[in-house]
């Protein structure tokens, strides 16, 4: 297969930036040039091209990529683009309205996801690369699987459908619709009901492949006091909107950062400024995080603020990992601040693992899982590597022995057959860019000790209020089927109002026209 450059043409469609992510995943992103119509360029002699269209058929539509192995100078593009020359290697797809009607039609008349599909099939012959997601590029797959269930469709039916319209392995589309039966028992319809989150941005110190608003507290500690005065601030205003707006709150997550990383006053300070504003939460969930960073002293004042939910994250129980990805603790730590936290009556402890850690083989992820076993947890989340622009990993990747794909999809399997093991069902799942063998962060846990703060970032029916640095609000608009983000509280306020005023406008208008 030629490693120059590959010229993307698209037509009918505009999908620019996903076919470009997918393309990502087959060809070096920078020899990438996705062009339209208008912007045909000349080409380098011998560059690989991709055609990808999509054309209205009859009350439904079509959807074809063609890959042409080398196309040499002007006159051969000017074929290509009459259709004078056949292609290389071609997919198509043919969608009809009667299709579109039927139970799980709203995923086939998605023409992003079906020109996706069929770019998908030409990259994976021409490349000679199967992807376990096939198409599917976003963050949320699982939204798929949940419309067949709401479609009425049975397990085999939505397997083959999402194999059928994705491209997806048969593994990872039996995924998804468990996770979508699971998510159910967890999502609140109510749509008074908002979740709250808040940041925390102080940490023990910062992990080698941590991207998040993070920085160490032996450095920062004097931004504590200051920021937790504006976070004061924040959260009473956004209390504040919440009771003008007779609005319920749903959960809770406080996280970062690692909030134990505060110091004894401090932390006990946060929990009470949440305590006064939100005490009122069905699900409050505090992120302890790292063990280097809990004491008796902090976990009895997580369990005086009412927290229903804590997480104890060890990510590796190798001592030889956990030095090189910067965490100042042990495997014995993980294991004495877990037993503490259950001596102190926490019914509902999470851990978190990384499964690709730089440096560790299947053996070691294996001793991991074992370790943690034997504590029991109430749920495990599962995260694949993903090596993330902001991190110190994407900077210095190149020092770092990275699994291959095969032994990463190895150590996932092996920790969904631990989850089961424990008697954990998988409830959410999401999925990031550069994630090692493009694969999934999977949350397992026991029958009715899922996070629902998880589930309500996925399944996105309700807004996420957020306070503090780092933290994204994100309001869900029903009636309109659109999300809003701000990481502004006031510019919540502000764009509700000028919701409200467009549709008394609409409102009005609609009223003289009727007259």
Known sequence: ???????????????????????????????????????VSSFDAGSMLITLERKDLGGGFSAEAAFYDAINGPDDLSAVLDGCRKPDLQATMKISWEEMERPGGR??????????????????RAFQKDLPYGSLTGVRPVKLAAICLEDGMDEEQTVELLREVTGISREKAQLLFEVACQERSYMDGDASAVNLYIGIPFCASRCLYCSFTSYPIDRLA?????????????????????????????????????????????????LAIVQGFFGHAREFTVEAGRPDTINMEKLRIIKDSGATRISINPQSMNDETLRLIGRNHTPEDITEKFRMARDMGFDNINMDIIAGLPGENLDMFRQTLSRIEELRPDSLTVHTMAIKRASRLHQTVDEYASAPDEVVDQMIEEARK????????????????????????????????????NVETMVERQSILAFGAGAITKIVIPSENRIERTDNVKEVTQYIERIEEMIERKKKLFSETIK
């Open 1 to 39: 297969m030629p490693d120059g450059r590959l010229y993307v043409l698209i037509r009918g469609i505009d999908m620019a930036y996903d076919a470009r992510v997918l393309l990502g995943l087959f060809h070096d992103r920078d020899k990438i040039i996705v062009m339209d119509e208008d912007s």
């Open 107 to 124: 995923l086939l008349r998605n023409g992003k996801i079906i020109c996706g599909t069929v770019l998908y099939r030409v990259l994976q």
């Open 222 to 270: 004097y931004l504590v006091e200051p920021y937790l005065d504006a976070l004061d601030k924040e959260m009473a205003f956004g209390a504040r909107w919440i009771r003008e707006n007779h609005l319920k709150i749903n959960s809770l997550y406080i996280g970062g950062g690692t909030p134990t990383a505060l110091p004894e006053k401090d932390f006990a300070r946060l």
């Open 418 to 453: 631990s989850a089961r093991r424990m008697g954990m069902k998988p409830y959410y799942l999401y999925r990031q860019k550069n994630m090692l063998a493009n694969l999934e962060n999977t949350g397992y846990a026991v029958p009715g000790k899922g996070c629902r703060y």
